[in-house]
């Protein structure tokens, strides 16, 4: 079911605010844009969830940009809020996965990252991964080679 969309005026408000935040990350001024985007964030009326669109996008961006910026505890933090505005608090939708997990290897987390890519393919299959994503798919598996099984050794 679609969620409500926020007030037209609200909306331009916000829309004004991001088209300036565009323009500063064209730029190459990640740390104002992000601060830009986040004025536009303040705007959605709470809870921020009930609302068409915004909370979702933005929220997916801040993971973005705080993985650009190399800030984990910031990134996490907006993991967790992306995740409650795509209604997913179990960490099963596709897109809030591959959000997490890109951030996260961006980060150089492999540790989290290689659990949220097993986890697409454990919830979605190979197909889970397509285009550029593909690379993250043998990643897994490289990482998978890697590490020990989880059978005995040495016929303990």
């Given at each position: ?32 844009s ?21 909370g ?69 299959g ?31």
């Amino acid at each position: 079911m679609r969620k409500p969309q926020i007030d037209v005026t609200i909306r331009t408000e916000i829309d004004n605010l991001l088209e300036r935040s565009a323009k500063l990350f064209a730029s190459g001024a990640l740390q104002s844009s992000l601060s830009v985007a986040l004025e536009a964030w303040d705007l959605i009326p709470e809870p921020k969830e009930a609302w068409d669109f915004y909370g979702q996008s933005l929220s997916a961006g801040f993971v973005v940009d705080y993985a650009d910026l190399g800030d984990k505890k910031s990134c996490q933090k907006w993991v967790e809020i992306m995740a409650h505005m795509y209604d997913d608090p179990n960490h099963e939708d596709h897109y809030v996965l591959m959000q997490e997990g890109e951030a996260m290897y961006k980060l150089g987390d492999l540790e989290r990252a290689f659990y949220v890519f097993s986890r697409i393919e454990e919830l979605y299959g190979p197909q889970g991964f397509e285009g550029e994503q593909r690379a993250y798919l043998a990643f897994i598996k490289e990482e998978r080679a890697k590490r020990p099984t989880n059978g005995s050794q040495d016929g303990e």
